[in-house]
């Protein structure tokens, strides 16, 4: 069936490298997405959206960019610090007229010093 | 301060009984949502209300009910006929209809219910 999903399960990055965490999404009519963080035990926080007629929206320290033509999504982060140590959710609205988010199955960023 | 809060964060229960998490938000936001989250998996739609006296199902309703009497509570019973309960149990809302550009979700710290 149609599904938000990652490439990678687990990243680990070094402390002031830059991240990027990848997701993939199949139903062409998705036209909304959100990156979530998720610290444990806690529940989800927003981090960044955007909209289908957008290719990239910047925020503080993280980017996302958005390839229709290959129905990808990606969230960078600059400069990673432990404290973005998470896992990370990509969630799309699927453009069914539902006015809920489908979640991926998120990827664990962690951060190494 | 404004948010959502989840109640109880913990919560044990026997095999057979029906166990009510509350949910309450004083954000003053229209569409509150429930959504189950199971170990190293991401998060799936139980069930939704985007206005009181109004609910509908989500992709694994089967075994919860849930009542919106109040727009700033949004309860969700667990019932017995719920196969496999043990979860971990994120209420949230949002300000205008999610989805949508203005209807980012804001979440609760979640409930832990454990079926023993």
């Known amino acids: ?113 | 301060d404004g948010g959502i809060t989840q109640s109880p964060k913990y919560l044990f229960r026997k095999e057979g009984q029906n166990v009510t998490l509350s949910c309450e938000q004083n954000l003053n936001h229209d569409a509150m949502y429930w959504y189950r989250q199971d170990p190293g998996q991401g998060l799936r739609l139980i069930y939704y209300s985007q206005i009181v006296n109004d609910f509908q199902k989500g992709d694994i309703a089967e075994g919860y009910s849930v009542s919106r009497e109040k727009k700033e509570s949004f309860p969700l019973t667990v019932t017995s006929a719920q196969k496999n309960p043990t979860a971990f149990y994120l209420c949230a809302s949002s300000p205008g209809l999610a989805g949508g550009p203005g209807g980012e979700l804001f979440f609760g710290e979640g409930s832990r219910l454990t079926v023993l």
Not at chain 1, 18 to 23: E, G, K, L
Not at chain 1, 68 to 76: E, G, I, P
Not at chain 1, 80 to 94: I, K, L
Request: with cysteine; hydrophobic share 30%.
């Open chain 1, 1 to 113: 069936g149609e599904s938000v999903g990652l490439h990678l399960p687990t990243l680990s990055v070094q402390e002031g490298d830059n991240s990027i965490i990848n997701c993939a999404y199949s139903n062409s009519a998705s036209d909304y997405f959100i990156w979530y963080k998720q610290e444990s035990g806690k529940g989800p926080q927003f981090i960044i959206d955007i909209r289908s007629n957008m290719d990239k929206r910047q925020g503080q320290r993280v980017t996302v960019l958005l390839n229709k033509t290959v129905k990808h999504l990606s969230l960078q982060i600059a400069a990673t610090q432990p404290g973005d140590s998470a896992v990370y959710f990509c969630a799309e609205n699927r453009g069914t007229g539902r006015r809920a988010l489908t979640f991926g199955s998120g990827t664990r960023l962690q951060v190494q010093p």
